[in-house]
Nanobody, 124 residues
């Protein structure tokens, strides 16, 4: 399984970015995003079930972030709006074969088996 993120970069506060995660070799029921600031614990950001029927968000991003899935393109997205400096982090795509991680209302990165290499998002 390979997960490859893209779309990170630098943006001013109040701006937007869209992250993408292209998958290969993966077929499963749950995907998500988490982020990590150097020296801090990972923070679950969002999860989405197969076909996008169910999604959950961390309280810190609700109303600003939207997770979506294009199964035909085998790509996961994260639309991030109204960004603040607190959103600065390395963002990781994550995947799991079974639906477990997507049944929990608070995204938990430790429940996912696979993750990508990460993409840096910097908000100033």
């Amino acid at each position: 399984v390979q997960l490859v993120e893209s779309g990170g970069g630098s943006v001013q506060a109040g701006g937007s970015l869209r992250l993408s995660c292209v998958t290969s070799g993966y077929s499963g029921d749950c995907m998500g995003w988490f982020r990590q600031v150097s020296g801090q614990d990972r923070e679950g950001v969002a999860t989405i079930s197969e076909y996008g029927h169910r999604s959950y968000y961390a309280d810190s991003v609700k109303g600003r972030y939207t997770v979506s899935l294009d199964n035909a393109k085998k790509t996961l997205y994260l639309q991030m709006n109204n960004l603040t400096a607190d959103d600065t982090a390395v963002y990781y795509c994550a995947a799991h074969q079974s639906p477990g991680p997507c049944l929990v209302p608070t995204p938990r990165p430790e429940l996912f088996k696979y993750r990508g290499q990460g993409t840096q998002v910097t908000v100033s």
